[in-house]
C-alpha cells in the first residue's frame, strides 16, 4: 500500500492550474450542485490545511466496520463523500441480513472497510482515491475503488475531463498506457481478462486520478484480472500534450518535504526518565489507554487534563490518522505518554493475509519513526482480535485491556466513570477512545476517581505482566 503521500516530486513538469478554469465544468459526480453550501468546521491542525479525517468505527456480534473519510469545509463535497459511503454501507447491511441465516455462528464475522489515500497536488489540489473492501462471513470478498480530486480554493470535485483534453484520441492514448502497464505488471500479468480495453476506455476520464507521479487508476476487483489480482492500480505518466492549456499555467507541484522529514527525526527524549532518573513507583497503578486516535480536539484535550493530574496514558494510534494529525503525536511523546500501534486501518488483523497483516502494522510504525523517531513500544489489535501470527508480525508487545468502558457504545461520562468504579483494581488496563468526544468528559471524572482512591496512572507497559 502506497500509503504515503505521494509528495515524490516530478521535477519539470510544471503543469499549471488557472483557477479560472476550476469552476468552469461541473464533473459528473457533483451534479447539480452549487457549492456555495455553508462552511463545515475544519481544524487547523491536520497536515494537510483545510481536511480532516473522519473515522467510524463500528463492532457488532455478526460484523465489524471501519470507515474512513476526508472531511472538508465544504459541506456539498462532504455530502458526496458520505453519500458514497451510506450506499456502500447499505449495500453491505442489505446483502449481511439477507445472508444472516447462512452464516454458521457468530463468530463468524462479516466486515466493511472503507479506506482512502491522500495525494496533495498544490497547496488547494487534492486526490483521494477510495478502497471498499467487504466479505460476508469471511466468504470471498468484495473489492471497489473510487477516486475524488478537490480543488479547495473552490470546493469544487474534479475528474480527468477537467484537466484533460478529452478527444477520443486521448482516451485511447490513456486506456493505452493503462493497459501495457497492466499487461507489464507481474501481479497482474497472468490474470488479465481479455476485452476489457473499450469498457475501461469509456470511463477513463471518469476514473483516474492525479498524483505527484502521474495518472493513478485502480480498477474493482474482476474488473479486468481475476480475484488473484485483487485491485489491479497502475500508475502512467500524466501526458503534458493531453493536459489542457488553462491548467499547464499555474499548477506548480508542491516540493518534495517527505524525504527531508524522515532524514530530520530523530527520537523524543522519555521526558519522563529525564525528570526523574528514578521514578518512584507508585503502589496502585491503572493504564488508561486511548484507542483509535489522534483526533484533533479530543487528543490535546486529554493531554490538558492527564498534565492537571499529573498522570500518564498510552495512546494506541491510527496510521491513517496520525498520517493527518503527526503534530499531536509528537506533543503526546513529548509529555512522556506512551505510543501504541493500532494498525493503519483498523482491519480485523486475523482476517488478512500475512502480506496484508504486516503492511497494516508496519507501515505505522514507519510513520511514527518519522514523526517522533521511534516505532510503538506497545501494539494492540484491532477488536482485540489476534492470533500467533498476528503477535509474531507485531514487532511490540501486545497489549488487550482489563477493563472496557464501552465508551463508543454509550458516549456517557457517566457509564465511562461506573465501569471504571465497579471494575477498578490494582493494574488495571481501561479501554477509552480519544476519537469521541464524550470520553474527554469521562476522562475527566476517572481521572477525579481515580486520585480520590489514590490510584495513579502510569504507561502501560509499567503494568504489563502485573495486570
Ligand atoms: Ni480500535
Known amino acids: 500500500m502506497n500509503y504515503r503521500l505521494a509528495i515524490t516530486l516530478l521535477v519539470g513538469l510544471a503543469i499549471l492550474i488557472s483557477s479560472a478554469l476550476l469552476v468552469q465544468t461541473l464533473p459528473a459526480q457533483t451534479k447539480e450542485e452549487t457549492n456555495e453550501s455553508t462552511q463545515e468546521t475544519v481544524t487547523s491542525s491536520s497536515e494537510y490545511p483545510g481536511i480532516d479525517i473522519s473515522t467510524e468505527i463500528t463492532e457488532q456480534d455478526t460484523f465489524k466496520m471501519a470507515i474512513h473519510s476526508p472531511k472538508v469545509s465544504y459541506s456539498s463535497v462532504n455530502a458526496t463523500f458520505q453519500e458514497f459511503i451510506d450506499a456502500e454501507k447499505k449495500a453491505f447491511r442489505d446483502e449481511l441480513q439477507q445472508n444472516l441465516e447462512f452464516i454458521p455462528s457468530p463468530h463468524w464475522q462479516s466486515e466493511l472497510y472503507i479506506t482512502f489515500q491522500t495525494y496533495q497536488l498544490t497547496d488547494t489540489l487534492y486526490s ?10 469471511g466468504a470471498n470478498g468484495n473489492q471497489k475503488t473510487k477516486a475524488f480530486m478537490i480543488d479547495l480554493a ?3 470535485l474534479l475528474t480527468l ?6 478527444t477520443p484520441e486521448a482516451s485511447q492514448q490513456l486506456t493505452e498506457d493503462v493497459f501495457k502497464t497492466l499487461r507489464t505488471t507481474e501481479a497482474y500479468k497472468d490474470y488479465l481478462f481479455k476485452e476489457t480495453f473499450q469498457e475501461v476506455e469509456k470511463t477513463i476520464f471518469e476514473r ?19 480475484g488473484a489480482a485483487g485491485m489491479p492500480e497502475v500508475l502512467v505518466p500524466l501526458p503534458e500534450t493531453l493536459v489542457k492549456d488553462s491548467w499547464k499555467e499555474s499548477l506548480t507541484f508542491m516540493p518534495n518535504e517527505e524525504d527531508e522529514e524522515v532524514a530530520d527525526a530523530e527520537p523524543i527524549e522519555d521526558p519522563v526518565e529525564k525528570q526523574q532518573p528514578e521514578p518512584s513507583r507508585p503502589e496502585k497503578k491503572v493504564a488508561l489507554t486511548f484507542d483509535d486516535g489522534p483526533h484533533p480536539e479530543n487528543t490535546p484535550a486529554i493531554l490538558q487534563l492527564l498534565h492537571d ?14 498520517e493527518y494529525y503527526p503534530e499531536i503525536v509528537k506533543t503526546i511523546r513529548e509529555q512522556g505518554h506512551e505510543i501504541g500501534n493500532h494498525t493503519w486501518n483498523h482491519k480485523q488483523l486475523p482476517s488478512l493475509s500475512e502480506a496484508n497483516m504486516k503492511e497494516e502494522i508496519t507501515s505505522v510504525d514507519t510513520l511514527l519513526e518519522s514523526v517522533i523517531g521511534e516505532k510503538a513500544s506497545v501494539f494492540r489489535p484491532p477488536y482485540g482480535a489476534t492470533n500467533d501470527l498476528v ?7 501486545t497489549v488487550l485491556w482489563t477493563i472496557d468502558t464501552l ?18 483494581h490494582p493494574n488495571a488496563i481501561i479501554l477509552m477512545h480519544d476519537i469521541h468526544t464524550a470520553t474527554v468528559e469521562g476522562v475527566e471524572l476517572v481521572l477525579t476517581y481515580l486520585q480520590e482512591q489514590g490510584y495513579t496512572s502510569v504507561p502501560v507497559s509499567e503494568v504489563l ?3
Request: net charge negative.
Open 407 to 424: 465508551d463508543w457504545k454509550s458516549h456517557d461520562p457517566k457509564a465511562i466513570l461506573a465501569s471504571v468504579e465497579n471494575n477498578l
Open 309 to 322: 493530574y499529573n498522570m500518564k496514558g498510552t495512546f494506541f494510534m491510527l496510521g491513517s490518522r496520525i
Open 391 to 397: 503477535e509474531s508480525v507485531a514487532g511490540a508487545p
Open 154 to 156: 473552490s470546493g469544487k
Open 128 to 137: 483521494f482515491s477510495f478502497a471498499v473492501e467487504s466479505n460476508l462471513a
Open 208 to 226: 483516474g486520478f492525479v498524483t505527484q507521479e502521474g495518472i493513478g487508476f485502480k480498477f474493482n476487483k474482476y474488473e479486468v484480472a481475476a
Open 161 to 166: 475531463e477537467d484537466l484533460l483534453v478529452t
Open 465 to 467: 505482566g502485573e495486570e
